[in-house]
């Protein structure tokens, strides 16, 4: 069953964006019974305060009576109007946190994500490109690859439009490796053209579920130095239900044979992406983490499957307890870990990490439209890879004359309407850090909530579990001193 981005769930709305987490008078308490830590957060400045547990608990009490004292028994209001005076005279002091002057990158794109195939050979109940009537991975579409002259096409386009180049080509698809020829034939004809213009031809990387890593396969990701993410939901019994394939065969079986070989010929480092959904309650994530680690991972990015409502993997709400108990667990660990020797780079943890301490507020959600452009098999230019298919989210094509006015606008437009910020975000501290998926919203219904739904509830957790661990890691001067060496050895993540 598939979880297309349903046309009716579209939010056609322009939302005026005026977010409480600019404003200098909003804070948030963060209470953690589990290591008995009170914090309170600045989002204007992205710094936070440890403070005395009853002092948490009045900031608490005021947020939930809508930011206002009256509401309050009078002891807890004077705590609270104490603390937020106090507080507010600190936070004076400091800098709001930066954020970029130009709504788009209009210089250098950041990710170019082009499907060579729109076919997979598994048949993942989540994949959101699977069409009901004509298949797995292919959105819906009845071209299976990419025309040969597309990828060069795309990568001309984009030098049309970003002057000063493309970072990174990630191959996607359905599943990119059952067209190896098409990967070829695209890193030949952009690196002959980068030579022939004298420029730096983009690294390369591409998604694949692991099963098509043959020799050959692993000859092409040697000669373009190709940089791989391997799908794997979990140990071989979950990813093995979760990514069935023809009978009496094992995607898990044949992706970590695939990255073995890798491995061994010295084709890393690689990352791993876990999807995680229903199978995965009351499954350890920490334990889960580690395995990938074990299996070679030098980033691994595990995060919520986005499924519509009447989707069977659809949580309960008992489900989204537990699964953010589990989450908490991992991201504590992964916290915990990067004052040792042994980080474990989970992308999720890493990316929230950067933005609070680069205290670099995030203008958009998430790079849709502005550092991701995706182009289909067919030449079509959209958002992101995601939204492939969907008419609503298309920037133009790679044939034909190049239209950059054209271009800019209807991405101006996209920003400022389908990409713009869902009404919840203006009322949530975590705007600016959070880094939710914008295609997982419209498959979820997110848009459309009055109230957090999961993914929020897992976005929220997330920069409140990596607040709480930067707290404990600055009491320890070695303990800090070792996450600036981690962080200064972290991999660079290649696959968003
Ligand atoms: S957690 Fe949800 S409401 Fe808050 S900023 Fe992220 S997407 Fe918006
Ligand atoms: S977060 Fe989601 S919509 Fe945004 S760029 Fe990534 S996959 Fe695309």
Redesign the pocket.
């Known amino acids: 069953m598939s979880t297309p981005i349903a046309a009716s769930t579209i939010t056609r709305r322009s939302v005026g964006y005026q977010p409480l987490s600019r404003l200098p008078e909003t804070f948030h308490a963060i209470l953690d019974e589990r290591y008995q830590q009170a914090l309170i957060y600045h989002p204007a400045t992205m710094t936070f305060y440890e403070v005395a547990w009853p002092v948490a608990e009045a900031v608490r009490a005021w947020e939930l009576a809508g930011r206002q004292l009256g509401p309050l028994a009078t002891e807890e209001r004077a705590l609270a109007e104490r603390a937020l005076r106090v507080l507010g005279e600190r936070v004076a002091a400091r800098p709001p946190a930066e954020e970029d002057a130009e709504e788009i990158n209009t210089r250098r794109l950041r990710r170019l994500a082009i499907n060579v195939t729109q076919v997979c050979n598994l048949r993942c109940p989540m994949c959101y490109a699977t069409d009901d009537q004509l298949g797995a991975g292919t959105y819906g579409s009845d071209v299976r690859f990419v025309i040969p002259s597309v990828p060069e096409q795309a990568f001309k386009r984009m030098l049309e439009y970003y002057p000063e180049g493309v970072e990174l080509i990630q191959f996607h698809g359905g599943e990119p490796l059952l067209h190896p020829r098409g990967i070829q034939r695209a890193c030949e004809r952009i690196n002959a053209y980068c030579a022939e213009h004298g420029i730096e031809p983009p690294v390369y990387t591409v998604i694949t579920n692991g099963t098509c890593l043959s020799e050959e396969v692993l000859d092409l990701i040697e000669r373009f130095a190709i940089r791989v993410t391997v799908s794997l939901d979990g140990t071989r019994e979950i990813n093995d239900a979760n990514r069935p394939w023809a009978p009496g065969r094992s995607a898990y079986d044949a992706a970590v044979a695939g990255l073995e070989r890798l491995k061994q010929r010295k084709l890393g480092p690689f990352s791993i992406e876990c999807t995680i959904s229903k199978p995965h309650v009351g499954v350890d994530l920490r334990e889960l983490a580690l395995h990938f680690k074990s299996l070679g991972a030098a980033t691994i990015h595990m995060a919520p499957a986005s499924v519509s409502p009447d989707h069977p993997h659809w949580l309960t709400p008992d489900e989204v307890r537990q699964m953010l108990e589990q989450w908490r667990d991992l991201f504590d660990e992964v916290m915990d870990r990067y004052g040792t020797r042994e980080p474990l780079y989970l992308r999720s943890v890493l990316g929230r990490l950067t933005t609070l301490r680069t205290r670099h507020r995030e203008k958009h959600?998430c790079p849709a439209g502005t550092n991701t452009i995706a182009v289909d098999v067919a030449g079509n230019i959209s958002a992101c890879f995601m939204f492939t298919g969907q008419r609503e989210f298309q920037l133009g094509r790679v044939q034909g004359k190049a239209q950059p006015e054209e271009y800019r606008a209807r991405q101006r437009r996209l920003v400022q309407t389908l990409l713009a910020?869902?009404s919840?975000?203006n009322t949530?501290w975590?705007?600016g850090v959070?880094g939710?998926c914008s295609a997982g919203q419209y498959i979820t219904g997110m848009r459309t909530q009055e109230s957090?739904p999961y993914s929020?509830q897992y976005?929220?957790l997330l920069i409140e579990r990596v607040i709480l661990g930067l707290a404990r890691l600055r009491r320890d001067p070695s303990a800090w001193s070792q996450l600036k060496a981690n962080l200064i050895a972290a991999p660079e993540d290649l696959s968003e």
């Open positions: 959600l910020h869902p919840l975000c949530c975590a705007d959070c939710d957090y929020c976005d929220r």
